[in-house]
C-alpha cells in the first residue's frame, strides 16, 4: 500500500464524517423551536406560539436526508459524477445556510419565549449548512483522489487482452488462411 491511499481514504472519511455531521445538525435543529409569538387566544388571552424548524422552514428535513444521501453518493461514484454530486452538496449546503438566517431578529421576543432554544436551532442549521457546503466543496475538489467504490475489482485499463494461439489458428483457418504456411 502507497503513502497516498492512507491519504486518500481519509478525505473520503472526512468528506462522509461532514456529511453525517451536517444532517445530524440540520435533523436536530428541524426539533427545536425557531419562532415564538404571542398571540390572542379570545377567551384563554394571550398564548404563547411556538413554531420547530420543520414547521418554520419545511426544508430543513428534506436538506439533511440530502446530506445522508450525499454520504452514499460520495462513497459510491468517482471521478466526474462524484464532482457533481460534490457541487450540488455545496449549493444545497448554501441553501441550508439560507434557511438559517432567513427571518432571524434578535430582540423582541414575548415573555416566556425559549430565546435560548431559539438562537440554538438556527445556529444548530447555520453549522450544518457549513458543514454541507464544506463537505460539498471537499467531495469537488477531491473527486480524483478518493477511492471508489469497487475500484479494487475493476481491471486496469492499460492492460491489453492476451489472445489463445488455438483461438488464432481456428480464427485463420475460418478466414481461408493456412495457419502453418507461415511456422
Known sequence: MSDEAPKRNRSLWLVSLLLLLSAAALWGSSRLVWVASARDAGVRGIVLDQRTGAEEASAVVPLALLALAGVAAMIATGGW???????????????????????????????GAPVAEIYAGRALALAGGILMVAAGLAGFKGAGRMPRLGARYSAPGAKRTVRDPDTELWESLSDGEDPTASR
Open 81 to 111: 459524477p462524484r464532482r457533481v454530486f460534490g457541487a450540488v452538496l455545496a449549493v444545497a449546503g448554501l441553501a441550508a445556510c439560507w434557511t438559517a438566517v432567513n427571518g432571524v431578529r434578535f430582540g423582541g421576543f414575548p415573555d
